[in-house]
């Protein structure tokens, strides 16, 4: 008996370090476009573009779901501010992570940020890896009891939030993990609005901070208006940078899973 109990307690430990959640938003092939805006001396200017999609592929042997981030800044907006970043994740078919890997060029900034994750002895295990400009790497690996999350894992784990029951500033806490740290974080609630995309067309959104704790507060990073249905497809981002503000809206969507019900007329 007492050996079928550690058995029992084992699995329920591996179980919460993975932290599962269930993929109701999306499917395998889904690609989303958007126009970036940049706030430059209080007008609002075209800057580039954005990209995301999602497939179904294959890590270390077994069957997970890819994620892709990528932002481009235009030739009229490098001169005062350069944005090229890249964004990748492997995740478990139930949304746990497994590898991120972020490759930007921000100002005069430049990095490369990768963590491997494992799930040994029912923890969370992270080998972390920032690559710096001038070649240098720092690596670091520790293990979490408590769920971890990178920045575009969190993102897709998002869009399958169950939002039913949440009422205005309704909060998750979480851990955010990069190449060198893993901070508190948080996801607020904010209400319903109505957006309009550069596609022309007006959805019916849920909108959400993302937030990061910056000596003992948290500071809003990123605003982003989802449809309000099954898909919660990121709209609108408000992004919050060190330079100003930037904005990136919707303009077409491919692949979506479910249909698009949140459309207003």
């Keep these: 008996m007492k050996k079928i109990l550690l058995f029992l307690s084992l699995c329920a430990s591996i179980s919460f370090a993975q932290c599962p959640l269930e993929n109701t938003a999306f499917k395998g092939g889904e690609h989303l476009t958007y126009n970036l805006y940049y706030n430059w001396k209080f007008v609002w200017v075209k800057a580039g573009t954005a990209s995301m999609s999602t497939v179904q592929s294959n890590y270390k042997g077994k069957t997970a779901w890819r994620a892709s981030l990528i932002t481009r800044g235009n030739d009229k907006v490098d001169q005062y501010f350069v944005l090229r970043d890249t964004l990748l994740s492997y995740s478990t078919l139930d949304l746990s992570p497994l590898y991120y890997k972020k490759a930007a060029r921000e100002g005069k900034r430049y990095y490369i ?25 720092d690596w670091l690996k520790k293990s979490y009891n408590e769920c971890v999350y990178d920045m575009l894992t969190m993102f897709v784990r998002a869009r399958s939030f169950d939002p039913s029951n949440w009422k205005k500033d309704h909060t998750i806490d979480f851990k955010m993990i990069d190449g060198n740290s893993c901070e508190p974080a948080r996801i607020v609630y904010r209400g319903k609005s109505n957006i309009k995309g550069d596609n022309g067309v ?3 959104c849920l909108q959400l901070s993302y937030m990061e ?7 809003r990073i990123v605003d982003f208006y989802v ?10 981002l408000d992004m919050f940078l060190k330079f100003g503000s930037a904005k990136a809206f919707i303009v077409g969507i491919k692949g979506n899973k479910s249909t698009i019900s949140s459309i207003v007329k």
């Design 113 to 137: 940020d990768e963590v491997f994750y494992d799930y040994a002895a029912g923890k969370t295990n992270a080998r972390q890896h920032r690559k710096k400009a001038d070649g240098n790497s």
């Design 202 to 204: 007006k959805y019916r």
């Design 213 to 219: 704790l910056d000596d003992g507060k948290y500071k």
């Design 227 to 236: 449809t309000d249905d099954s898909n919660h497809i990121p709209v609108r």
